[in-house]
């Protein structure tokens, strides 16, 4: 968020983010103040944690490593001006990885963040000066770029592309959460020993991100929940072992940390670089994998940014009201409006639509959620098509259709919403 906003994360006492009812009772209780005068100062009642927490969090972050793995990652890291560095490199240095090169510009913490628009790594430009401090080193001496949001909840992560003007791509949130999958399970699957003593459970995730997750949880027969968008609906997945939202965010260690953590995220992304970097692979080749055993999940947002809120509200009542029966050219072949609920999610302002496949296109099958933003002015739309991948060969012509897909489908819903 901007830097002029403030607040705090209220949790429940089972470590989760407080859901309805626990919400809306906090929130009368607040609306019932009728001026600051009238609440009395308390001079106790909370406790200040102290650096056995922190020491306590950082023993934790074994659990999240496999016994003698690869740790040789080379690392470009930024905090964005947030609190993550200390913890982040000591969690590092505890691992046995080579200390992480910091941004300078954005290693202190600062709530002005002086550097960037918006402190949030998704955001355009966001990643300039990391990317600047990773060309400065030798050519090849870093293998991956990570960031944390200010609060270190959540985690980028960037490869080399030489095909970019800055030589680097960052990936979308589906990405590593697709990555960090294939790592989880291809643990399970070889028996590694890990420091939570190799748990099986249910993979997760939100009605907005890729339904890649849900392959690759069912190749290896493990349980696959899709939840409302947060993780204060993530944390409550019965026996949750692995979860993730495309914004970033990542639960790699449920048992010590049931919220999305960008900490443990950094060092399992770093151990799967790390231990493909031992066989001559790179994370982007294990992309590819996933996309020839799985087809290409391609994902992409529509966001609109409103000064009034009732165009949002005006957005959605014309889709409900006319509906789209096609979407580039893709049949909508069902068409939920969430507020009303389903078996399986409570209700929520947002609509979901499912897309045929079409030969022309190349796309088998195509999903698309309409939803207003939960904590900035925006329409989100979040968009994805399935494009079959038969060979590696044919890898650049899939993502040129799905990309072509992609902008079709935002076009047309724009169109439709009127946005």
């Keep these: 968020n901007p830097p002029r906003d403030n607040g705090y994360k209220v949790y429940l006492g089972d470590g989760s983010q407080i859901v309805p009812p626990a919400d809306g009772e906090i929130a009368a209780e607040i609306a019932a103040v009728r001026s600051l005068a009238d609440v009395p100062r308390p001079e106790s009642g909370w406790q200040t944690l102290g650096d056995d927490v922190l020491a306590a969090y950082l023993a934790r972050t074994d659990a999240v490593l496999t016994q003698g793995s690869p740790r040789d990652a080379r690392v470009v890291y930024t905090p964005m001006h947030g609190v993550g560095r200390d913890t982040l490199v000591a969690a590092f240095a505890r691992a046995g990885f080579p200390a992480p090169v910091v941004v300078a510009e954005q290693a202190e913490p600062d709530p002005d963040f002086p550097t960037v628009a918006f402190p949030n790594p998704e955001e355009p430009g966001a990643m300039d000066l990391a990317f600047a401090t990773a060309r400065a080193l030798s050519p090849g001496s870093v293998d991956i770029v990570i960031a944390n949001d200010p609060d270190a909840d959540r985690c980028a992560v960037a490869v080399p592309d030489p095909a970019t003007a800055d030589g680097w791509r960052m990936l979308r949130g589906d990405e590593v959460g697709a990555l960090l999958a294939a790592h989880l399970t291809g643990k399970l699957r070889t028996g590694e020993e890990t420091g939570d003593g190799g748990r099986r459970g249910t993979f997760a995730t939100t009605i907005v991100s890729s339904s890649l997750l849900s392959r690759i949880a069912a190749a290896d027969g493990l349980p696959y929940e899709e939840t409302l968008t947060g993780f204060k609906w993530l944390a409550r997945v019965d026996g949750l072992r692995y979860a993730y939202e495309e914004a970033l965010g990542y639960c790699v260690d449920p048992a010590g940390v049931r919220d999305k953590d960008g900490i443990t995220a950094a060092l399992l992304i770093a151990e799967l670089a790390a231990g493909l970097k031992r066989?001559?692979?790179?994370?982007?080749?294990?992309?590819?994998?996933?996309?020839?055993?799985?087809?290409?999940?391609?994902?992409?947002?529509?966001?609109?940014r409103v000064e009034d809120l009732s165009l949002i509200a005006d957005a959605l009542r014309r889709l409900r009201e006319q509906p789209p029966t096609v979407l580039a050219g893709l049949a909508v072949t069902g068409a939920e409006d969430l507020s009303r609920g389903t078996a399986a999610l409570p209700p929520t302002d947002g609509l979901r639509y499912h897309l045929s496949g079409s030969p022309?296109?190349?796309?088998?099958?195509?999903?698309?959620?309409?939803?207003?933003?939960?904590?900035?002015?925006?329409?989100?739309?979040?968009?994805?098509?399935?494009?079959?991948?038969?060979?590696?060969?044919?890898?650049?012509?899939?993502?040129?259709?799905?990309?072509?897909?992609?902008?079709a489908v935002k076009a047309d819903l724009s169109a439709a919403a009127g946005i």
């Design 279 to 304: 066989s001559g692979r790179t994370l982007t080749d294990l992309l590819d994998d996933l996309a020839l055993k799985f087809g290409l999940h391609a994902t992409d947002q529509l966001s609109v």
């Design 360 to 407: 022309e296109s190349g796309v088998t099958a195509g999903r698309v959620v309409v939803r207003p933003s939960g904590t900035e002015p925006k329409l989100k739309c979040y968009l994805e098509v399935v494009v079959p991948v038969a060979s590696a060969q044919s890898l650049p012509a899939a993502r040129a259709q799905a990309a072509a897909a992609l902008a």
